[in-house]
């Protein structure tokens, strides 16, 4: 069962689209292994995104993750990256396709309400940076035939 790590932005948080996210993630047959809502300090907000240290929007991706609450959540599934990554949609919420979460309900670039993990080796690595092992539940869905 592959695990992957998605955060639910600051802009998620504040325009109180956690559940409706939630929700999509659910209906397509992955399982909640956790689940808190986190201040990110900068520390850590720099440990998460240190791939793009020299880049010119780094500072303000800090910033951003930063500037209000998070939801940080680890899901698990057959495929699960690849499953998140394209219920997310592609990074510019102005060019995501309908249907997706980025495509729906965002626009900006910066501002596109979810991260998930690229690969499974990124998302154990930062399944550690925001969780403890106790923090994560392990059990069986009763409908795990049937979605997986």
Request: aromatic content about 6%.
């Amino acid at each position: 069962m592959q695990q992957t790590l998605l955060l639910l932005k600051p802009d998620a948080v504040q325009r109180r689209l956690v559940g409706e996210i939630i929700s999509r993630l659910e209906k397509k047959g992955l399982r909640l292994a956790g689940l808190k809502l986190v201040q990110a300090s900068t520390t850590l907000a720099a440990s998460h995104y240190a791939v793009h240290k020299g880049k010119p929007f780094y500072d303000s991706l800090l910033q951003f993750l930063t500037s209000g609450p998070t939801v940080a959540m680890v899901w698990e599934g057959r495929e699960a990256v690849a499953v998140c990554r394209t219920l997310m949609g592609i990074t510019d919420g102005a060019k995501a396709p309908p249907g997706t979460i980025r495509g729906d309900l965002a626009i900006s670039v910066q501002n596109n309400l979810v991260h998930g993990s690229d690969s499974p080796e990124n998302a154990a690595a930062e399944i550690a940076l925001w969780f403890q092992p106790g923090e994560l539940v392990s059990c069986s869905n009763c409908d795990a035939n049937w979605v997986n």
